[in-house]
């Protein structure tokens, strides 16, 4: 993880269209451009090919169209008939039935009422047919909102979705409790977004030490928790704790980032660990890209050669 200035850079470059636009154009274009190593493709077909290869190697995925933020509801109409359209593929493919979605790709930023509709619908065709519905977290103005989503549809009867909760922010050690009080699965991450001091703690070490407190609580009272990290040292502590209360690998998961660890998430699976890695693709790449690119910033001179290698 990167120091919040680096992070804020990276961010404001996100939000930059000439460089959206530009990127859109060349980063995936060919099989070597620089996109490719953090998003499997444009096309579901070539989400469906990574997705194959991941099973290949004896490790499971979760696919996630990437979008965020649609501008008005017909947007987020037509983003839940694509998540429709991709269980199918997905169900007419064979592969492994797992998704993760963004709420504001539904339309959070826009109306909650429809955004859980819209969930509905994903869901709706998604439970009967097995699988299971990740909803990632976005930035802090809207964590109350989708945790009150999911927890709605939960209310509901609605069982094979979960969240993520970021240990960054000071408020999630109490959503822990609640959602592990509820039974409702958990994804925990230390948060990919630049949060005001407000709200997040500001200093790794403590973003750290609070994903190491989450992670005991969720391996105890936790519903099938996904340690979602590429941290070696909080990966040997997970194995510790868990090993010394009893929790066996076949009740919680690692997950990891599609291009990020290989050697790692390989390992893990080879000493009898599960691992889940998660396999971004779609047209709106560019924001994800560049949060990955913020975490490191070896990263950058990855792309820059890639660009110059044409
Ligand atoms: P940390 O940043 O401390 O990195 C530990 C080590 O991992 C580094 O030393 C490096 O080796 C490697 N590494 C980390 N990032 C890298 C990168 N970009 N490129 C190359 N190497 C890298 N966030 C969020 O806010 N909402 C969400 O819903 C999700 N969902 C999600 C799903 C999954 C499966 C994962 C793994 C992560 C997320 N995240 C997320 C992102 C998360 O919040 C966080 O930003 C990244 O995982 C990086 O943090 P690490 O825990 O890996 O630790």
Not at 83 to 108: E, F, P
Not at 138 to 164: A, I, K
Not at 213 to 236: C, S
């Amino acid at each position: 993880m990167l120091d919040a200035a680096s992070k804020a850079f990276f961010h404001g470059l996100a939000r930059s269209t000439a460089l959206k636009r530009l990127a859109s154009r060349y980063g995936l274009r060919k099989p070597n451009s620089f996109g490719r190593r953090f998003i499997a493709g444009e096309r579901i077909e070539e989400a469906i090919a990574a997705a194959r290869d991941i099973e290949a190697r004896r490790l499971t995925f979760t696919l996630d169209l990437l979008g965020e933020s649609v501008g008005n509801l017909a947007e987020a109409d037509a983003a839940t008939r694509e998540y429709l359209r991709i269980l199918d593929a997905i169900i007419g493919s064979g592969i492994g039935r797992n998704v993760s979605l963004k709420l504001t790709q539904l339309g959070l930023a826009l109306d909650r009422a429809t955004t859980v509709d819209n969930l509905r619908r994903i869901l709706d065709k998604a439970e009967p047919a097995g699988f299971f519905v990740r909803v990632d977290m976005e930035d802090s103005p809207f964590t109350d909102v989708t945790l009150d989503v999911v927890e709605t549809l939960w209310q509901q009867g609605y069982r094979q979705v979960g969240t993520v909760l970021q240990s960054a922010l000071y408020r999630s050690e109490k959503d822990l409790s609640r959602l592990n009080a509820l039974g409702i699965r958990v994804r925990l991450v230390k948060g990919a977004y630049k949060e005001p001091r407000t709200v997040a703690y500001q200093r790794k070490a403590d973003v750290d030490a609070a994903f190491v407190r989450m992670t005991k609580a969720l391996l105890t009272e936790g519903n099938y928790p996904a340690i979602a990290t590429h941290d070696p040292v909080i990966i040997e502590t997970t194995k510790r704790f868990a090993a010394e209360h009893g929790v066996g690998p076949d009740r919680y998961e690692f997950q990891m980032l599609y291009g990020i660890r290989r050697d790692l998430q390989t390992a893990l699976v080879d000493r009898g660990y599960r691992l889940r890695v998660y396999v971004p693709f779609g047209r709106e790449w560019f924001p994800y890209f560049m949060r990955r690119l913020g975490e490191r910033p070896a990263n950058v001179g990855f792309v820059l050669r890639g660009i110059v290698r044409g």
